[in-house]
Each structure stands twice: as C-alpha cells, then as structure tokens.
C-alpha cells in the first residue's frame, strides 16, 4: 500500500472515531493552500516553512484538524514515513488552540495524533518505530507519557510500535468511556 493511500484511510479512520467520541472535529490531509496557512498562522511558534520539502514527499505524513463547521487549521502535525526503515518520523506537531480550554482540540492533539500513527503503522507489517524529531522541550514530559523515550545525546524521542498499540488500547479505552 502506498503511503498516500494509506495516509487517506487513516484520516478517515480517525475521522469515524472522532466522530464517535463526538468531539465536533473534522480531520483532513493538508493541502498545498492549508499548509500556506499554517506558515503564515500567527498562533504558530514552529516554522513550518522549513519542512515544506516533507510535505512535498511522496511518503509525507499529515494531517489537519478543524472544528466542524470551522476554516482556521486548529492543529496539525507533519511526519515522513521511511518505508524502507519501517519508521515514521514526525517533525512538526502543533496545537493552535492551547489557551482555548472550552476547544474540542485543546489537550487532545497528542492523542489523536498517537491513534492515527499507531493505525497508519500498522498498515504495514515491517513498521517498527516513530519519532519525534527536535521536540519542544516544554513537551517532552507529555510525549513520555504516551511512551515516548528521549534518545541519548539526541534531540529526538523514540517509541515502538507495540509500545504505541498498548498506549492506544489504553487512551482509546479512556476516551470512549467520557463520553
């Protein structure tokens, strides 16, 4: 399966469980027009414009997400799947809505963002890994509690597949029963 393909089922995977959970979000693939925006977004503080050329990619992994009724881009995240490594590597991953408490989105952009790569890398068998490359480092508390590990002497973190799988079974367990 191509990761175009797959990147679309997985958006509409997450769309069906947003849409379960009722969270008034529409989840999309990002245009070349939604990605101008995010560049230009001044709620953003990470420069997007530098990871234009991984969006670009053939293997490019993003997504958008947007009140129902909503035009702004409220969150995002951009990622590269490395086919013949087995791993996605996630570069930007951005919550516009931070200081918005009563925001659909606000605390939830990290989960939703684990349940769609933990379903997008279990369309292939060889999968093994994500990181988050250069995380803020105001976040990498919150990324280690959905078992994300920082690499020594790296500014990476590092999670395995099976790792993700057991931390998605617990978050999508934890959601679907607030509702």
């Known amino acids: 399966m191509s990761s175009e393909s797959n990147l679309h089922k997985t958006v509409d ?14 989840v999309s693939t990002l ?8 560049v230009r977004d ?20 993003h997504m ?9 881009i409220d969150g995002a995240v951009l990622g590269v799947y490395a086919t013949k490594r087995g791993d996605l590597h996630i570069f930007l991953i951005e919550s516009f809505v931070r200081d918005l408490p009563e925001h ?10 684990i349940i769609a790569v933990t379903f997008f ?9 994500v990181y988050i490359i250069e995380p803020d480092e ?10 994300f590990k920082l690499l020594r002497d790296e500014n990476v973190m590092f999670a395995t597949s099976d790792a993700l799988q057991l931390i998605q079974l617990s978050l ?7 509702q």
């Open 121 to 129: 890398l279990t369309q292939y068998p060889d999968s093994k890994a």
């Open 104 to 113: 659909p989105l606000n605390g939830r952009l990290t989960t939703l963002v």
């Open 138 to 147: 105001g976040l990498i508390s919150h990324y280690q509690k959905f078992g």
């Open 42 to 61: 001044k709620r953003s503080v990470l420069n997007w414009l530098s990871k234009f050329g991984h969006f670009l990619s053939e293997d490019s992994f």
């Open 64 to 72: 958008g997400f947007r009140l129902e009724k909503g035009s702004e």
């Open 31 to 38: 245009s070349e027009d939604d990605f101008e925006s995010l």
């Open 13 to 26: 995977f997450l769309q069906e469980f947003v849409d379960e959970a009722l969270l008034d979000l529409q």
């Open 172 to 178: 999508l367990t934890e959601l679907l029963s607030n």
